[in-house]
């Protein structure tokens, strides 16, 4: 009976975690600190970081947060049926707390913000932009467009963890935020590693994508080729876009392996999706990887 309990009570917790989307969360404050390392800038104030997570947390929640009276074959759109009460409530505080310290931020930083140029303010918008119009008006959205998808979401991604902590910090400080040879290729490493992630995910949703005529990678030339040709491809690709960034800065060998490891697990999870999996091994496992190569970067910056 207590082991039952353990268990069920266990499930509950991985449940509210990930399909709460607060994993989304903390990969997102756990992949800025490791970049933000990567291109020796000092850390943000945990402000800025709670100001990731909750951004994160709120703009994968949107899509959710819908009444629905059926029973779904899909244990996450069921989870967020049982909790509809709750994840409203939390999207308005989520909302109301964010507005909050944006407001805040304005206020007190009005002044730097009067001088920053406008390639800046570019950069700084195109992001948010891009994640708006992936989920877009009714049908219209680049959701639609199954090859593009995994490509919007890692660039956007690789914006929030690679761009964002350096420029945040230039304008607090007063500083000009420069575009380096290294910072653009840890984007396009980061970029490469998360799209490679959302390629994965598409391989769970082929069925329903099938016959939505949605044509993904997966729909379009199937899994094995997915996996030998396009899979692989983007992985050595952000692989060698890591290890010429370390190169330029001479990384310590001990600090290039840790880097490699996630690369290498990438790799094998998608050897791995050979056979059908639950979603939340996708969720645990495939979207995992994020903190693995979060916490590998962050330990090699610190210790070697």
Partial sequence: MNASFTIQKSNKLLDFIFFGNYFYGLCAVILSIEATLQQRFPLNNIVYFFFVFLA?????????????????????????TRNYNFVRLSQISSTVILAAVFAFFLFNYSLALLHVPLLQWLIIFIFPIVAALYYGLNKYNIRQIGWLKPFIIGFTWAGLVTVYPLLFYSIVNKQSYEITTVGT????????????????????????????????????????????????????????????????????????????????????????????????????????????KGLCGTVAMLCF
Avoid: Q
């Avoid at 993904?216 to 992985?235: D, Q, S």
């Fill in 185 to 292: 290729l840890l984007f396009l490493k980061n970029f490469m590693f998360i799209t490679v992630l959302c390629i994965m995910f598409d391989v769970k949703d082929y069925a329903s994508d099938y016959l939505k005529h949605l044509k993904t990678f997966v729909v379009n030339i199937g899994l094995r080729n997915t996996i030998f040709f396009i899979l692989f491809p983007l992985a050595i690709f952000g692989l060698f876009s890591f290890i010429i960034y370390a190169e330029l800065h001479e990384f310590p060998l001990p600090r290039v392996a840790l880097n490699i490891i996630p690369f290498l697990l990438l790799i094998a999870a998608a050897f791995s999706l050979r056979k059908r999996r639950s979603i939340l091994y996708y969720l645990i496992v495939i979207d995992g990887l994020m903190l693995v």
């Fill in 56 to 80: 994160t947390v709120l703009y994968y929640t949107y899509p959710y947060v819908r009444r629905c009276s059926f029973i779904s074959a899909n244990s996450r759109t069921n989870w967020y």
